[in-house]
Protein backbone atom coordinates (compact mmCIF):
# COMPACT_ATOMS: atom_id res chain seq x y z
CA UNK A 1 0.00 0.00 0.00
CA UNK A 2 1.15 3.49 -0.59
CA UNK A 3 1.24 5.26 2.59
CA UNK A 4 3.21 8.66 2.58
CA UNK A 5 4.74 10.14 5.51
CA UNK A 6 1.88 12.20 6.37
CA UNK A 7 -0.85 9.41 6.23
CA UNK A 8 1.04 7.03 7.84
CA UNK A 9 -0.24 5.28 11.65
CA UNK A 10 1.72 6.13 14.69
CA UNK A 11 0.55 2.96 15.98
CA UNK A 12 -0.03 0.36 13.07
CA UNK A 13 -0.96 -2.19 16.13
CA UNK A 14 -3.31 -0.61 17.62
CA UNK A 15 -5.07 0.49 14.39
CA UNK A 16 -4.95 -3.52 13.47
CA UNK A 17 -6.73 -3.74 16.79
CA UNK A 18 -9.46 -1.60 16.26
CA UNK A 19 -10.05 -2.60 12.70
CA UNK A 20 -10.25 -6.30 13.08
CA UNK A 21 -12.43 -5.88 16.07
CA UNK A 22 -14.95 -3.89 14.16
CA UNK A 23 -14.50 -5.46 10.93
CA UNK A 24 -14.43 -8.53 8.67
CA UNK A 25 -10.76 -8.76 6.47
CA UNK A 26 -9.86 -9.70 2.66
CA UNK A 27 -7.48 -12.60 2.86
CA UNK A 28 -5.86 -12.23 -0.53
CA UNK A 29 -3.63 -14.82 -1.91
CA UNK A 30 -2.54 -16.34 -5.37
CA UNK A 31 -3.90 -19.78 -6.83
CA UNK A 32 -1.97 -22.25 -8.44
CA UNK A 33 -2.12 -20.53 -11.75
CA UNK A 34 -1.43 -17.04 -11.01
CA UNK A 35 -4.83 -16.04 -10.07
CA UNK A 36 -5.97 -13.59 -7.07
CA UNK A 37 -8.30 -15.53 -4.78
CA UNK A 38 -9.85 -13.34 -1.67
CA UNK A 39 -11.90 -14.32 1.02
CA UNK A 40 -13.80 -11.86 3.63
CA UNK A 41 -13.86 -13.29 7.43
CA UNK A 42 -13.10 -12.49 10.68
CA UNK A 43 -9.83 -12.33 12.34
CA UNK A 44 -8.54 -12.84 15.73
CA UNK A 45 -4.85 -10.54 15.58
CA UNK A 46 -2.32 -11.37 18.25
CA UNK A 47 0.30 -8.50 18.60
CA UNK A 48 2.69 -10.41 20.54
CA UNK A 49 2.45 -13.64 18.27
CA UNK A 50 2.35 -11.27 15.56
CA UNK A 51 -0.15 -13.35 14.28
CA UNK A 52 -3.89 -13.33 12.69
CA UNK A 53 -6.32 -15.99 12.47
CA UNK A 54 -9.68 -16.92 11.50
CA UNK A 55 -11.80 -19.73 9.48
CA UNK A 56 -13.49 -20.06 6.45
CA UNK A 57 -16.03 -22.79 4.95
CA UNK A 58 -14.24 -26.11 3.74
CA UNK A 59 -16.83 -25.67 0.64
CA UNK A 60 -14.75 -22.39 -0.19
CA UNK A 61 -12.25 -23.30 -2.85
CA UNK A 62 -10.05 -20.92 -1.63
CA UNK A 63 -8.13 -23.17 1.00
CA UNK A 64 -7.12 -25.84 -1.43
CA UNK A 65 -5.18 -23.85 -3.36
CA UNK A 66 -2.22 -24.04 -0.61
CA UNK A 67 -0.23 -21.78 1.57
CA UNK A 68 2.22 -19.51 0.60
CA UNK A 69 2.73 -15.81 0.76
CA UNK A 70 -0.89 -13.76 1.74
CA UNK A 71 -2.49 -10.46 2.41
CA UNK A 72 -4.97 -9.34 4.85
CA UNK A 73 -6.94 -6.18 4.40
CA UNK A 74 -8.92 -4.37 6.54
CA UNK A 75 -10.90 -1.21 5.92
CA UNK A 76 -12.43 1.40 8.57
CA UNK A 77 -14.22 4.78 7.76
CA UNK A 78 -14.13 6.09 4.82
CA UNK A 79 -15.91 9.34 3.36
CA UNK A 80 -16.27 10.85 0.35
CA UNK A 81 -14.26 14.76 0.74
CA UNK A 82 -15.83 17.25 -1.98
CA UNK A 83 -14.02 19.98 -2.95
CA UNK A 84 -16.27 22.43 -1.25
CA UNK A 85 -15.28 21.45 2.02
CA UNK A 86 -12.24 23.64 1.08
CA UNK A 87 -12.16 27.75 1.89
CA UNK A 88 -9.24 27.57 -0.49
CA UNK A 89 -11.64 26.68 -3.04
CA UNK A 90 -12.72 30.51 -2.74
CA UNK A 91 -9.36 32.20 -2.90
CA UNK A 92 -7.87 30.32 -6.37
CA UNK A 93 -10.07 26.86 -7.02
CA UNK A 94 -6.96 24.66 -7.06
CA UNK A 95 -8.97 21.77 -4.95
CA UNK A 96 -10.00 18.58 -6.45
CA UNK A 97 -12.08 15.76 -4.75
CA UNK A 98 -10.65 12.89 -2.73
CA UNK A 99 -11.44 10.56 -0.28
CA UNK A 100 -10.49 10.06 3.59
CA UNK A 101 -10.07 6.43 5.11
CA UNK A 102 -8.50 4.50 7.53
CA UNK A 103 -7.19 0.93 6.18
CA UNK A 104 -4.32 -1.47 7.29
CA UNK A 105 -2.39 -3.81 4.95
CA UNK A 106 -0.50 -7.14 6.70
CA UNK A 107 1.30 -9.52 4.97
CA UNK A 108 2.87 -13.15 5.32
CA UNK A 109 3.06 -16.31 5.26
CA UNK A 110 -0.44 -18.64 5.67
CA UNK A 111 -1.22 -21.92 6.46
CA UNK A 112 -4.69 -23.44 6.35
CA UNK A 113 -5.59 -25.91 9.91
CA UNK A 114 -8.07 -28.86 9.72
CA UNK A 115 -7.16 -30.29 13.57
CA UNK A 116 -10.81 -29.93 15.34
CA UNK A 117 -9.40 -28.78 18.46
CA UNK A 118 -7.46 -25.66 16.96
CA UNK A 119 -10.89 -24.94 15.44
CA UNK A 120 -12.65 -25.29 18.27
CA UNK A 121 -10.29 -23.07 19.84
CA UNK A 122 -10.18 -20.26 17.35
CA UNK A 123 -14.06 -20.70 16.92
CA UNK A 124 -14.76 -19.87 21.02
CA UNK A 125 -12.40 -17.17 20.86
CA UNK A 126 -14.28 -15.53 17.74
CA UNK A 127 -17.02 -15.92 19.70
CA UNK A 128 -15.85 -14.66 22.82
CA UNK A 129 -14.33 -11.42 21.74
CA UNK A 130 -17.21 -10.11 19.68
CA UNK A 131 -19.94 -11.23 22.32
CA UNK A 132 -18.36 -9.63 25.08
CA UNK A 133 -20.45 -6.90 26.05
CA UNK A 134 -23.67 -8.43 25.80
CA UNK A 135 -26.38 -9.17 28.18
CA UNK A 136 -26.26 -12.65 27.96
CA UNK A 137 -23.16 -13.45 25.45
CA UNK A 138 -23.42 -17.08 23.18
CA UNK A 139 -21.40 -19.32 24.38
CA UNK A 140 -20.49 -22.52 22.38
CA UNK A 141 -22.22 -24.59 25.00
CA UNK A 142 -25.79 -22.99 24.13
CA UNK A 143 -25.58 -25.10 21.07
CA UNK A 144 -25.53 -28.58 21.16
CA UNK A 145 -22.73 -30.55 20.93
CA UNK A 146 -23.36 -32.70 17.81
CA UNK A 147 -24.30 -29.49 16.16
CA UNK A 148 -21.24 -27.94 16.69
CA UNK A 149 -19.25 -30.93 15.98
CA UNK A 150 -20.98 -31.02 12.39
CA UNK A 151 -20.49 -27.36 11.66
CA UNK A 152 -16.57 -27.75 12.96
CA UNK A 153 -15.97 -30.51 10.12
CA UNK A 154 -17.40 -27.90 7.54
CA UNK A 155 -14.97 -25.20 8.50
CA UNK A 156 -11.40 -24.66 7.65
CA UNK A 157 -8.50 -22.37 9.57
CA UNK A 158 -6.46 -20.20 8.90
CA UNK A 159 -3.09 -18.48 10.29
CA UNK A 160 -1.23 -15.75 8.63
CA UNK A 161 2.46 -15.02 10.67
CA UNK A 162 2.55 -11.80 9.77
CA UNK A 163 6.11 -10.19 8.24
CA UNK A 164 4.32 -6.70 7.49
CA UNK A 165 2.20 -4.20 8.71
CA UNK A 166 1.20 -0.66 6.29
CA UNK A 167 -1.01 1.39 8.51
CA UNK A 168 -2.70 4.62 6.81
CA UNK A 169 -4.72 7.23 7.92
CA UNK A 170 -5.79 9.55 5.60
CA UNK A 171 -7.45 12.51 7.31
CA UNK A 172 -6.43 15.12 5.41
CA UNK A 173 -3.30 16.01 6.81
CA UNK A 174 -1.39 17.23 4.45
CA UNK A 175 -4.10 20.20 4.27
CA UNK A 176 -3.31 23.53 6.27
CA UNK A 177 -5.42 24.35 9.43
CA UNK A 178 -8.34 25.83 7.49
CA UNK A 179 -9.07 23.51 4.89
CA UNK A 180 -8.42 20.37 7.62
CA UNK A 181 -11.19 22.31 9.92
CA UNK A 182 -13.31 22.96 6.62
CA UNK A 183 -13.15 19.16 5.56
CA UNK A 184 -14.26 18.26 9.09
CA UNK A 185 -17.20 20.50 9.62
CA UNK A 186 -18.37 19.58 6.40
CA UNK A 187 -18.11 15.71 7.10
CA UNK A 188 -19.25 16.13 10.70
CA UNK A 189 -22.49 17.77 9.07
CA UNK A 190 -23.18 14.47 7.07
CA UNK A 191 -24.73 11.05 8.10
CA UNK A 192 -23.08 7.68 8.52
CA UNK A 193 -19.50 6.97 7.93
CA UNK A 194 -18.53 10.85 7.22
CA UNK A 195 -19.39 11.32 10.78
CA UNK A 196 -17.02 9.05 12.21
CA UNK A 197 -14.27 10.11 9.90
CA UNK A 198 -14.91 13.51 11.26
CA UNK A 199 -14.44 12.36 14.78
CA UNK A 200 -11.46 10.22 13.75
CA UNK A 201 -10.02 13.48 12.47
CA UNK A 202 -10.57 15.54 15.41
CA UNK A 203 -8.43 12.96 17.08
CA UNK A 204 -6.13 13.82 14.73
CA UNK A 205 -6.24 17.53 15.60
CA UNK A 206 -6.25 16.32 19.10
CA UNK A 207 -2.75 14.70 18.53
CA UNK A 208 -1.14 17.80 16.57
CA UNK A 209 -1.31 21.32 16.78
CA UNK A 210 -0.35 21.44 13.29
CA UNK A 211 -1.94 19.19 10.47
CA UNK A 212 0.87 19.76 8.58
CA UNK A 213 3.51 18.25 10.70
CA UNK A 214 1.66 15.42 10.41
Same mark, same amino acid.
Do not use: C
Given at each position: MYVPAHFAAKDGDALVAKLARAHAGVLVTVGSEGEPLASHLPFLWDAAARTLTGHIARAN? @????? $? $?? $?? /? *???? &? #?????????????? @?? !?? /???? %??? =??????? /??? *?? #? $? &?? +??????? +???? @????? =? !???? *?? #? &????? *?? =? +?LRGIVGVEMRVEKIEAKQKLSQNKNAADFDGVMRGLGAQEGESR???????? /??AGSS #???? %?
Amino acid at each position: MYVPAHFAAKDGDALVAKLARAHAGVLVTVGSEGEPLASHLPFLWDAAARTLTGHIARANP @HWTQG $G $GK $GL /V *IFSG &A #DAYVSPGFYPSKAE @HG !KV /VPTW %NYE =AVYLSGA /VTW *IE #D $G &AR +LETIVRA +LSDR @HETGR =A !KPWR *IE #D &APRAY *ID =A +LLRGIVGVEMRVEKIEAKQKLSQNKNAADFDGVMRGLGAQEGESREVAALMAG /VRAGSS #DPDS %N
